[in-house]
């Protein structure tokens, strides 16, 4: 009679997370969070990739954490590859969340670089999470050649994942600090002020740096004396 009854629930749980309203797949990603069952991990990720609301996709990705690790590492390591933006982006969040650093050789070169900003950025995240203790070095290095890309919101997200290295990421920012482009150059001064001044902000720190930059190499020297 209990099992029927769990069999019952999971497939109305997994159901649900097709239904066309949003409020019915958030209550069905709860439950399938609530009460942990292997069938619904790949149902689960399917989702993460195409659901367009923001609340159920936290759900999902929280629905995730819930279950083995040993189950929904090799489902989300498969899909940071996937073809859809959404569903690398989504995968990355998740592992973040899990913060198992198993999964750690999943975060490429190329996550990192990604086109669609909103991959990057969740790869940033999920990579300052995860990297291997002595890695963090390689990491920034790679990071730093993502300086000036974006919008402020996108910067933000680099800013913050470079600093959360902390110190380590100091002679990955020095070569960008006198690059060619000036976006790059007030980027990566924004980042150093930030480190060295975290309650600065970095709406503050991006236009001092701005400031900076346009002052040029010899007003900067006047300016420091």
Partial sequence: MTTTRQ??????????????????????????????????????????????????????????TRHPVATTLPALVREVRSERAQARSQALHTLSK????????AITRTLLSDADDEVARSAWRAAVVLVPEGGESALAAVLATQLGRGERE????????????????????????????????????????????????FEFAIEEAKRVVALGPAKRDDRTC
């Fill in 7 to 64: 069999d019952t629930d999971a497939t109305r749980a997994l159901h649900g997370l097709e239904d066309g309203r949003s409020s019915v797949r958030l209550r069905a990603a709860l439950a399938a969070g609530t009460t942990p069952d292997p069938r619904f991990v790949d149902k689960l990720v399917e989702r993460c990739a195409v659901e367009p609301e923001f609340l159920v996709r936290d759900m999902l990705t929280w629905a995730l």
């Fill in 98 to 105: 899990i913060g198992d650093r198993q999964a750690w050789p």
């Fill in 154 to 201: 996108t910067q933000l997200s680099l800013s913050r994942a470079l600093v959360a290295l902390g110190e380590v990421m100091v002679p990955a920012l020095r070569g960008a600090t006198t690059a060619p482009d000036p976006r790059v150059r007030a980027h990566a001064l924004a980042t150093q002020r930030l480190l060295r001044e975290p309650d600065a902000g």
